[in-house]
């Protein structure tokens, strides 16, 4: 088992930025590909970033390609995603998942485990 706790969400203006935080405990750490995901009112559930075990590899859904960026610290059992030039759309519940190194090559499926979320909100 491995539990997720997201913070550093909150409210800013659009253009802004922010840093979200997801804290690990558990099984070790680096066993884990990580991703965040994201939902919008109304909206299904999305894939926002993803990295592999090592942080060697990452991967962006196109609409934040190069506002975002996420990373890890496995010594800290700590996956950050920095999000800048935020826009009002980005507006959801953020997800911290993680999944077995080893998964699928489509790092959007195979998210065993998930954190509760934590909202951000983007004022025009």
């Known amino acids: 088992q491995v539990q997720l706790v997201e913070s550093g969400g909150g409210l800013v203006q659009a253009g802004g930025s922010l840093r979200l935080s997801c804290a690990a405990s558990?099984?070790?750490?680096?066993?884990?590909?990580m991703g965040w995901f994201r939902q919008a009112p109304g909206k299904e559930r999305e894939f926002v970033a993803a990295?592999?075990?090592?942080?060697?590899?990452?991967y962006y859904t196109d609409s934040v390609q190069g506002r975002f960026t996420i990373s890890r610290d496995n010594a800290k059992n700590t996956v950050y995603l920095q999000m800048n030039s935020l826009k009002p759309e980005d507006t959801a519940v953020y997800y911290c998942?993680?999944?077995?190194?080893?998964?699928?090559?489509?790092?959007?499926?195979?998210?065993?485990?998930w954190g509760q979320g934590t909202q951000v909100t983007v004022s025009s």
């Open positions: 558990g099984r070790t750490f680096s066993r884990y590909d």
């Open positions: 998942a993680a999944r077995p190194r080893g998964s699928s090559s489509d790092y959007r499926i195979e998210y065993h485990y």
């Open positions: 990295l592999n075990w090592s942080g060697g590899s990452t």
